[in-house]
T-cell receptor, first 114, second 115 residues
Framework: AQSVTQLDSQVPVFEEAPVELRCNYS??????LFWYVQYPNQGLQLLLK??????LVKGINGFEAEFNKSQTSFHLRKPSVHISDTAEYFC????????????FGQGTRLTINP | DAGVIQSPRHEVTEMGQEVTLRCKPI?????LFWYRQTMMRGLELLIY????????DSGMPEDRFSAKMPNASFSTLKIQPSEPRDSAVYFC?????????????FGPGTRLLVL
């Protein structure tokens, strides 16, 4: 079975500061990796995904993530955050072969302070 | 495209009542997923369909929950009878499953409160 651990439940950051949201996963087989963002009272929106190829993946809104197979990590980064980035961020995995369901981490609430 | 459409957006009901949640996936998508989000358990998959056929319902909590997909453009999730512990946000998502894993697009969710 697959599992995802988001190491920080809450991350407060000042506006224009850099941020890293951490994600580690566990799986005995290869997986695809995703980051989703959920703004208050809204559904989930895909930020970026890693399927194959370059381990550095760029997404929307200036976010990027790096896949590290040896450390089974997929941390999300942004060099300079904005107030509008305040949201909950979810890391997720799905199998490459077989069931395509997403297994989510518990989420990290990113709060941007002015 | 209108995206994934869910209705109702909010539902308040009393324990024991039947609740039906509805989802219209994105046109052309052939996979549909129902997720539940709670504070205690986070986001968890309840069931998913591929080409209108249920593929994995191992996440359905118990017999009180049932889901159908009578055609490619409509799915329902029914809870009968409802209980207070069913209070959660229920998301529907859809994707096109081709040769590789495609993005799942989520609807806005239905916020269910069972009193």
């Amino acid at each position: 079975a697959q599992s995802v651990t988001q190491l920080d439940s809450q991350v407060p950051v000042f506006e224009e500061a850099p941020v890293e949201l951490r994600c580690n996963y566990s799986s005995s087989v290869s997986v695809y990796l995703f980051w989703y963002v959920q703004y208050p009272n809204q559904g989930l929106q895909l930020l970026l995904k890693y399927l194959s190829g370059s381990t550095l993946v760029k997404g929307i809104n200036g976010f990027e993530a790096e896949f590290n197979k040896s450390q089974t990590s997929f941390h999300l980064r942004k060099p300079s955050v904005h107030i509008s980035d305040t949201a909950e961020y979810f890391c997720a995995v799905s199998l490459i072969q077989g069931a395509q369901k997403l297994v989510f981490g518990q989420g990290t609430r990113l709060t941007i302070n002015p | 495209d209108a995206g994934v459409i869910q209705s109702p957006r909010h539902e308040v009901t009393e324990m024991g009542q039947e609740v039906t949640l509805r989802c219209k996936p994105i046109s052309g998508h052939n996979s549909l997923f129902w997720y539940r989000q709670t504070m205690m358990r986070g986001l968890e998959l309840l069931i998913y369909f591929n080409n209108n056929v249920p593929i994995d319902d191992s996440g359905m909590p118990e017999d009180r929950f049932s889901a159908k997909m009578p055609n490619a453009s409509f799915s329902t999730l029914k809870i009968q009878p409802s209980e207070p512990r069913d209070s959660a946000v229920y998301f529907c998502a859809s994707s096109f499953t081709g040769g590789s894993r495609e993005t799942q697009y989520f609807g806005p969710g239905t916020r269910l409160l069972v009193l």
